[in-house]
């Protein structure tokens, strides 16, 4: 088949963290297929560049549309935020490969990767990922609670530095705070905690909490949350918010 398909991450919101990989697939693409709310992040590209904008929640029937764009011959593009590969299109993508037609696997298909929200959130803060850490969704629309709930204990237990995508919506304003308090369980009362929301953007902020009185409330989905190891620390600065860093050593160092 002589169709292409790249599933490209645009990185957490500046048009600075988008990588020039990117920008030249979305400049030579016919076809845009997306999010609106990520393909109106997209400059115009080439002349008669068709956009093919679908609702946030329709993302196997978004990749066998494009599938089915690129099997006709065109040059398509799948956007996501951040890196497609963290909780987002390219997996969707592999889904309706696996399921679909086989012919779709002689496809040209390739991943380009972006700047993840938790490595924007995380160049916020300082260096809070200099440790061990994992990611952890708390959308329970693909995958249970329990399965959460189970994976947020098991990181808390194994002293991973956790960052939580997706930490809390109109839909599911109770998540997060149910989070905190299984993690209460497992890690110090004076564990870090940090709200980055708009990380990678000029809208940026950042809010540092402890564990013990972490207040849940005014994360949103533009919001990555960072829970740190045993190790996180602060260090305080006068005139700004204090850094937060995990070392990378178990050990201090003398
Ligand atoms: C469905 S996930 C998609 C993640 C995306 N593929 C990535 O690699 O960043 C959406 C979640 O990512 C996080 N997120 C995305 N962009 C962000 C940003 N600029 N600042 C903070 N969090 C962000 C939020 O937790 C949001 O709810």
Not at 38 to 50: H, S
Not at 99 to 107: I, N
Not at 130 to 148: E, Q, R
Not at 154 to 165: C, E, H, K, M, N
Request: proline share 6%; net charge neutral; glycine share 10%.
């Amino acid at each position: 088949m002589t169709g292409k398909l790249t599933v490209v991450g645009l990185g957490p919101g500046s048009a600075e963290l988008t990588t020039p990989a990117v920008s030249r697939a979305l400049a030579e693409a016919t076809d845009l297929v997306g999010y609106t709310t990520y393909l109106d992040r997209v400059p115009v590209g080439i002349e008669r560049q068709r956009r093919h904008g679908s609702d946030n929640r329709v993302e196997v029937e978004r990749a066998r549309h494009a599938l089915s764009l690129a099997a006709s011959g065109n040059n398509v593009v799948v956007v996501s935020s951040g890196d497609p590969g963290v909780f987002a299109m390219a997996a969707a993508l592999f889904e309706a490969v696996e399921s679909g037609d086989p012919s779709w696997r002689t496809l040209d298909i390739r991943i380009e990767p972006g700047v993840t929200a938790m490595l924007a959130a995380a160049a916020e803060a300082g260096a809070p990922l200099g440790g061990d850490f994992c990611a952890i969704s708390l959308s329970d629309n693909l995958k249970a609670w329990a399965t959460i709930a189970q994976r947020l204990e098991a990181a808390a237990r194994g002293d991973f530095v956790i960052a939580l995508y997706n930490p809390a919506s109109v839909a599911r304003p109770d998540q997060l705070g149910q989070a905190f308090d299984l993690l209460r369980s497992v890690k110090a009362p004076d564990t870090p905690v940090v709200f980055v929301r708009a990380a990678g953007t000029p809208e940026a902020r950042l809010r540092i909490a402890r564990l013990g009185d972490a207040d849940p409330a005014g994360a949103d989905m533009r919001t990555l949350v960072l829970v740190g190891s045993s190790r996180t620390r602060l260090i305080e600065r006068p005139g700004g918010a204090p850094w937060i860093y995990t070392p990378r050593s178990e050990r201090d160092v003398a």
